[in-house]
């Protein structure tokens, strides 16, 4: 692969940290001892990027107090000639977490950062500087392009051991030096508390991490903000974060399981019944612990398009805040589906405009695979297949539209990435094989969990053909980490050929599978 010949993410971070380490203050924010902190703004909770394009990106932290976010940035991890970023106020109305965006970057260019969290009625007083690294995507085609990708986190009461060393996946998924980091949803598990140890059936202790938001489900503002901060807590993720973007998306568990707008609970735990009151305090949540290019748009939308050099465009979808409710799916007209009529609409036009070699639809949840929705006793339908391999019903007929949608104007490049399920696979959907045939081949991969149950795999439904290339799953449900079965993906774009190469991996990065696609096609 042609990829561009950056130091490793890991060496670039520790020279920025020592540099930092050693900073004084900036000669523009005063000149007291840096050795004098006491009672200053703390960013504990480290920092992130997030929506990286060719020349801007965001950037977060969370202060521990009232205080004023300043960026710089440099080219160099000395940080001289300094590029200086004022951004906002942050205050309890935010948690105390802030997001500012950087524009007029260079592109396909390391970007070393560090965030200062200055006293709002002092600009003397500064915290200790944290910093951070990233690369803006190459308006150069022959860069090259690598990125991973999975979702689901601390799921099923499986939260930070200490004893396992935390969420270690992220420290395979960083050896890679990716460009960013798709999560495909299930950010947190805000419907699932964590107790302060599990028995694992070898008669052996899982112990876990826990804190005052993570013992009950979320109901309130501040325990959904606790839920977030949860992960934050451990050290392989903060580290993660400062050395890799992310593109993030949100699935059911941000809310509670299997939400559908719209919906009153019958769960007993949940004093709070009404979905969209938890949705609206959930939303709040997320748009505050994570930087995110739409999300302060007046809309507030999380569906968005980023785009990243002319090898590829990431299509972020919503499968969650505008689908119709969870039902036995199979009727014979559906305008509304997964995604509503406007995400939709957006997201025809979207493809038809690109013109990047490449168009992964960032999908949180997958198509062909039978999800089912039993919370209430009734055999409802939470995912897009339904089980009955005949002609499109329910949800599937906006799929259907979609499909042929890119088959009728020819649009190539297109590959399908979702989690949600809990085990890791590889689709090939093929008409031949289908009940819809008026659509081209196409794939879709599926990774996760990266800290939570594993799960058997789902049923295939045949509507669109799908057949299972490569799958790797529990006999069991819920098998903790300890048990493995923890996966993310890679994808790789090489810079002289266009192919994409696709690696499904373990853990500990154990490549499991792979698959080399050819650009150009609309069909694969």
Partial sequence: MSHRPFPGRRSVLRGSLAASAALTLPTALGSAPAFALSGRPKAGWGVQTGDVTCNSGLVWVRSDRPARMIVETSATESFRNARRWHGPLLGAGTDFTGTTRLSGLPSGEQIHYRVLLADPDDPRRTGEPVAG?????????????RFVWSGD????????????????????????????????????YADGPIA???????????RNITTQEKSKVAETLAEFRGNFRYNLLDDNLKRFNAQVPSIIQWDDHEVTNNWYPGEILGDTRYT??????????????????FPISTLRRPDGRVYRTVRHGPLLDVFVLD???????????????????????EQLQWLKGELARSRAVWKVIASDMPLGLVVPDTGDGKPNIEAVAQGDPGVPLGRELQIAELLRFIKHRRITGTVWLTADVHHTSAQHYQPSRAAFTD??????????????????ANAL???????????????????????????FGEVDIDGHSGELTVRLREQDGTVLFTQVLQPGRVGQ
Avoid: H
């Fill in 133 to 145: 690294t990233f690369r803006t995507a190459s308006a150069r085609r022959r860069d090259g392009i």
């Fill in 153 to 188: 986190l601390a799921g099923q009461g499986w939260g930070i051991n200490p004893d396992f060393g935390g969420y270690t996946i992220y420290n395979a998924m960083s050896a890679l030096d990716p460009d960013f980091f798709l999560c495909s949803g299930d950010n947190i």
């Fill in 196 to 206: 302060s140890s599990v028995a694992l059936p070898d008669g052996s202790t899982w």
């Fill in 272 to 289: 709070e019944k009404r979905v969209d009151v938890l949705a609206a305090r959930a939303r709040q949540a997320f748009s505050e612990y």
């Fill in 319 to 341: 499968m969650r805040t505008y689908r119709n409710a969870n039902s036995t799916d199979d009727q014979s007209t559906d305008a509304q589906g997964i995604l509503g009529e």
């Fill in 439 to 456: 659509f081209e081949p196409f794939w879709e991969f599926v990774s996760g969990p990266l800290n939570a149950g594993a799960f058997p």
């Fill in 461 to 487: 439904d045949n509507t669109f053909g799908p057949e299972r290339v490569f799958v790797k799953a529990p006999t069991t449900a819920n098998v903790s980490p300890a048990g493995g079965y923890q996966f």
